[in-house]
T-cell receptor
Framework: ETGVTQTPRHLVMGMTNKKSLKCEQH?????MYWYKQSAKKPLELMFV???????ENNSVPSRFSPECPNSSHLFLHLHTLQPEDSALYLC??????????????FGPGTRLTVL | AQKITQTQPGMFVQEKEAVTLDCTYD???????LFWYKQPSSGEMIFLIY??????QNATEGRYSLNFQKARKSANLVISASQLGDSAMYFC?????????????FGAGTQVVVTP
């Protein structure tokens, strides 16, 4: 299943670096999401985009900056991260952002390590 | 407060046996959806099965079935005829219609190991 792709799959960065995570969906969906999965914690929603507009920023620090240039692409720009930001970052998409019936489909994730 | 509770951190199951993974949820929204996902060690979150709060019948999808007990707020996943490839982390999740931006709320997960 390659409906949602993410690059890179693995990323190691220093605290002063700037990097970007990329997500692309090929499902014709209108909503895209960034989730963070830290060790021993449930998945946390970070950002939601619906029709390229950000509809929610779930109290995420400003060192994480999302960008959604069109309904198929989603980026997460990273700068001056902390070691505690090391986690698996998962991108997801769904037909719409609202209805509880819409299934979210996930990409393979980017495993980020901050040194 | 945690809305999704998965009480089994880990389970061993023999190949070809059935296994039941527990999930209870908490919501006051009458309209919601329940989802199960599988996460192998590679990291990808794979959608398995969906149950809507108004669905009268339990959802089934191949070897996966959902035992939905609405009054008990329980949505257990049953995997029949386990295979070695079923070894993974399994997450229960809920999406409420009251939540306009469609947040999926996940449980802590259950690690399943299938043995030969």
């Amino acid at each position: 299943e390659t409906g949602v792709t993410q690059t890179p799959r693995h990323l190691v960065m220093g605290m002063t670096n700037k990097k970007s995570l990329k997500c692309e969906q090929h499902l014709g969906h209108n909503a895209m999401y960034w989730y963070k999965q830290s060790a021993k914690k449930p998945l946390e929603l970070m950002f939601v985009y619906s029709l390229e507009e950000r509809v929610e920023n779930n109290s995420v620090p400003s060192r994480f900056s999302p960008e959604c240039p069109n309904s198929s692409h989603l980026f997460l720009h990273l700068h001056t991260l902390q070691p505690e930001d090391s986690a698996l970052y998962l991108c997801a998409s769904s037909a719409h952002s609202g209805p509880s019936t819409d299934t979210q489909y996930f990409g393979p994730g980017t495993r980020l390590t901050v040194l | 407060a945690q809305k999704i509770t998965q009480t089994q951190p880990g389970m061993f199951v023999q190949e070809k046996e059935a296994v039941t993974l527990d999930c209870t949820y908490d919501t006051s929204d009458p309209s919601y959806g329940l989802f199960w996902y599988k996460q192998p060690s590679s990291g990808e979150m794979i959608f398995l099965i969906y149950q809507g709060s108004y669905d009268q019948q339990n959802a089934t999808e191949g070897r996966y079935s959902l035992n939905f007990q609405k009054a008990r707020k329980s949505a257990n996943l049953v995997i029949s005829a386990s295979q070695l490839g079923d070894s993974a982390m399994y997450f229960c999740a809920m999406r409420e219609d009251d939540d306009s931006w469609g947040k999926l709320q996940f449980g802590a997960g259950t690690q399943v190991v299938v043995t030969p």
